[in-house]
């Protein structure tokens, strides 16, 4: 038997995934938040969801590896159980999480993995909780010293092996603090020097944490603008890239 995707399986699933992503950010003070998401193919497999319950506030990026239909639905799959733990009050755990989410790929029988990303962030106390499945990042930038930081927190991606480890890692958020989430699409860019976006020079700063620094000061939809600006595609490249500067104002 041959299939093959015709171009009604793509308006579909491209319908499906715009449907997944949220129509509007979420407000709280001290904080500035946005988002954005472009891809170098029609229908990719990213997705992102932002989640609240009272005093928390958590967000989620996934990159699966099924860059047609299959990653719109593996992000249908993600976003209902991650809202059924918005509802129940069960956010507070990366880990709890990035297990149940691993288990209910494998469970699945699915050829694709996919990479994630969570966090949450604690909105009294301003401890970011971070957990991590074949994700790059995310990148933190300090105020207070002017330094960017890749919060490294290797584990594999989700649906490969039941059981698989994963673990938090915490930061603090302070004033003026900058708070980048990123699918690896971003690092494959190329810098407007030629340079992948992600790659250590030999001061062991990528041209992405520079960028970082100097647009540190601006709104978090700026950064994001400028970002995107700055950052070419590889030819033929079928990575995307997302966003999510948390700048704190207060």
Not at 28 to 34: S, V
Not at 157 to 182: H, Q, Y
């Amino acid at each position: 038997m041959v299939a093959a995707y015709t171009s009604s399986d793509f308006n579909t699933g491209r319908l499906l995934q715009r449907s997944l992503l949220p129509q509007e950010l979420p407000v709280h003070p001290g904080l500035d938040i946005a988002a954005d998401l472009w891809t170098a193919v029609d229908l990719g497999g990213d997705y992102y969801q932002f989640l609240q319950q009272p005093g928390l506030l958590a967000v989620a990026i996934a990159d699966s590896s099924g860059k047609s239909v299959a990653g719109a639905i593996h992000a249908a799959l993600f976003k209902g159980q991650l809202d059924a733990y918005a509802q129940n009050g069960r956010l507070q755990n990366p880990v709890v999480v990035l297990n149940t989410l691993n288990q209910l790929l494998c469970d699945s029988h699915a050829e694709d993995a996919v990479a994630l990303c969570y966090g949450v962030l604690d909105l009294e106390t301003y401890e970011l909780s971070i957990g991590n499945a074949g994700m790059p990042g995310p990148f933190l930038f300090r105020a207070a010293t002017g330094t960017c930081e890749e919060i490294v927190n290797p584990s594999m991606a989700l649906g490969r092996f039941p059981g698989a480890p994963f673990r938090t890692l915490k930061r603090s958020l302070e004033v003026g603090d900058v708070i980048l989430f990123c699918s690896d699409g971003l690092l494959e860019a190329r810098s407007p020097d030629g340079q992948d976006f992600g790659d250590k020079e030999a001061d062991g700063t990528s041209p992405l944490e520079k960028t970082l620094q100097r647009l540190s000061r601006l709104p978090a939809a700026e950064i994001c603008r400028e970002l995107k600006k700055r950052a070419t595609p590889l030819p033929g490249a079928t990575c995307p890239k997302t966003m999510y500067p948390w700048p704190c104002s207060n």
